[in-house]
T-cell receptor
């Protein structure tokens, strides 16, 4: 069965640089979510999209923005990166009850 | 505020034995969903099982079952016949209507170690 696809899987950036993370949800899933998981932490919700419209927003810094495109893929844009942004970033998608996570993008900010 | 509590930071079990991972939740909403995820050391979040607050029967998925006690606000995960590959971090999570019925709120997780 098709799963959520995320790219890249690993990303290394310098402080103050920008990063773009991509997510391709499971086909026909109508909702996409982004989560951030710091080292040794549980995942924290950032933002979600339902049918390409932003549907919910969590503790997402103003330096971050996200959107969902007409083909349902989503991108998380992160600017002015800080050391504290180093984390595992998950995209998840759902249609109904389940919420399925992608493999994550591990971002390291040096 | 909605909250998930996992009181066991770590659990040990021998191969082939059953293990119960505890999860309690706090919500004032009547409609909510409870999830369990497995996170191996490789990092991916694997969906295991889901229980809706109005589901009359406890959810089961293969070796995983959810012991849902609504009055006690608990949703413990039971893994039967543990395998070495079950060694991982396990997260309990909740989704509820107050948050637009979308985002998940996670507990702090329980690290399970299965020994031969």
């Amino acid at each position: 069965a098709a799963g959520v696809i995320q790219s890249p899987r690993h990303l290394i950036k310098e402080k103050r640089e920008t990063a773009t993370l991509k997510c391709y949800p499971i086909p026909r899933h109508d909702t996409v979510y982004w989560y951030q998981q710091g080292p040794g932490q549980d995942p924290q919700f950032l933002i979600s999209f339902y049918e390409k419209m932003q549907s919910d927003k969590g503790s997402i810094p103003d330096r971050f923005s996200a959107q969902q495109f007409s083909d349902y893929h989503s991108e998380l844009n992160m600017s002015s990166l800080e050391l504290g942004d180093s984390a595992l970033y998950f995209c998840a998608s759902s249609l109904g009850r389940g919420q399925y996570f992608g493999p994550g993008t591990r971002l390291t900010v040096l | 505020a909605q909250k998930i509590t996992q009181t066991q930071p770590g659990m040990f079990v021998q191969e082939k034995e059953a293990v119960t991972l505890d999860c309690t939740y706090d919500t004032s909403d009547q409609s909510y969903g409870l999830f369990w995820y497995k996170q191996p050391s490789s990092g991916e979040m694997i969906f295991l099982i889901y229980q809706g607050s109005y589901d009359e029967q406890n959810a089961t998925e293969g070796r995983y079952s959810l012991n849902f006690q609504k009055a006690r606000k608990s949703a413990n995960l039971v893994i039967s016949a543990s395998q070495l590959g079950d060694s991982a971090m396990y997260f309990c999570a909740m989704r509820h209507r107050n948050t637009g019925f979308q985002k998940l709120v996670f507990g702090t997780g329980t690290r399970l170690l299965v020994s031969p």
